[in-house]
């Protein structure tokens, strides 16, 4: 499993959230069906990697 530091992890939470904030804004009406699926799975995922990051953020200034 590869260590990352806590300056790589919270510049990749900063670039994700971005994102995040992105696809929140996107209409989803105006999308079609399988464009609505893969927004609504791409904000999903984009949650997890975040509260992933968050965790080992936490863990590595615990350590610190």
């Given at each position: 499993m590869q260590v990352f530091t806590l300056e790589e992890l919270n510049?990749?939470?900063?670039?994700?959230?971005?994102?995040l904030h992105k696809c929140?804004?996107?209409e989803g009406a105006?999308?079609?069906i399988s464009q609505q699926t893969l927004l609504t799975r791409r904000i999903f995922a984009?949650?997890?990697?975040?509260?992933?990051?968050e965790?080992?953020?936490t863990k590595l200034e615990e350590e610190s």
């Open positions: 510049n990749a939470h900063k670039a994700l959230l971005s994102t929140e804004k996107i105006k999308l079609g984009l949650k997890v990697a975040l509260t992933l990051i965790r080992e953020a």
